[in-house]
């Protein structure tokens, strides 16, 4: 008689960077297929930063003091638009627990997914500040700033936000918890990246502000995916 079959072998873990890649082409993919979100997001931040103007007046000294903040200000709030969808979809197909219980690295797959938000989400508005500056007169140090700003400003937003979005899951209005976790979480990052232009314009440098922007993104991208695998955890649980 041949001998009963063992157990079956466990699924080999993905490699860290191979789940990361696959978590963020899903989530990329899906975006895409909800194109009328991503515009959302886009044209939230575009109508903000053309009603300001025609709110203060046309004075170019003016429109000028005030770009930086404003840029940062629609773009926290555009990047709130998106926020719920990150983990929220998963949440009510089911999906997340298939996350939770895949053979790969929770904190890479949830840092693919948070690339995925901030290539859909950040980098457009990043590369519409440009013509946010113009409108608002801006020279071009300072719009330059404004941008460099952003590029490193919005990847740690989306990390705060993710955590905040994976705490929030499940959770009677959620999405006015999660604006609630997040916007005091943000002012510091709000704060140095308008500094970043406003600084230029003085005729100081940006140095210090983009400094500290960058201190904040390395903090997020080592620290972030671990906070929010183990709130992810915590959602699932």
Do not use: Y
């Not at 053979?103 to 440009?130: E, I, N, R, Y």
């Not at 960058?214 to 903090?219: K, P, Q, R, S």
Request: proline share 8%; aromatic share 4%; charged share 10%.
């Amino acid at each position: 008689m041949s001998a009963a079959p063992g157990p079956m072998p466990a699924a080999a873990p993905l490699p860290a960077l191979h789940a990361l890649g696959l978590a963020c082409r899903r989530d990329l993919r899906l975006a895409l297929r909800s194109r009328a979100e991503l515009a959302l997001v886009l044209v939230f931040f575009l109508l903000v930063m053309t009603l300001f103007p025609l709110g203060v007046g046309p004075e170019p000294a003016l429109l000028a003091r005030i770009a930086p903040g404003i840029a940062w200000v629609a773009a926290l709030l555009a990047s709130l638009l998106s926020l719920p969808r990150l983990f929220a979809n998963d949440h009510a197909d089911g999906s997340l627990e298939q996350l939770v219980l895949a053979p790969a690295s929770l904190p890479a797959l949830v840092a693919g997914k948070v690339l995925a938000h901030w290539l859909t989400t950040g980098l457009p508005l990043v590369l519409l500040a440009p013509l946010a500056a113009l409108q608002f007169g801006l020279a071009l140090e300072p719009a330059a700033a404004l941008v460099a700003g952003l590029a490193l400003g919005t990847p740690t937003l989306s990390w705060l936000g993710a955590v905040c979005a994976a705490l929030t899951l499940g959770t009677r209005a959620g999405g006015a918890l999660l604006a609630l976790l997040v916007l005091p979480l943000a002012v510091p990052v709000l704060i140095f990246g308008a500094g970043a232009a406003e600084a230029v314009a003085g005729g100081l440098g940006a140095g210090a502000h983009l400094s500290l922007l960058g201190a904040g993104l390395i903090g997020s991208c080592v620290l972030g995916p671990f906070a929010t695998a183990l709130a992810v955890r915590i959602a699932h649980e």
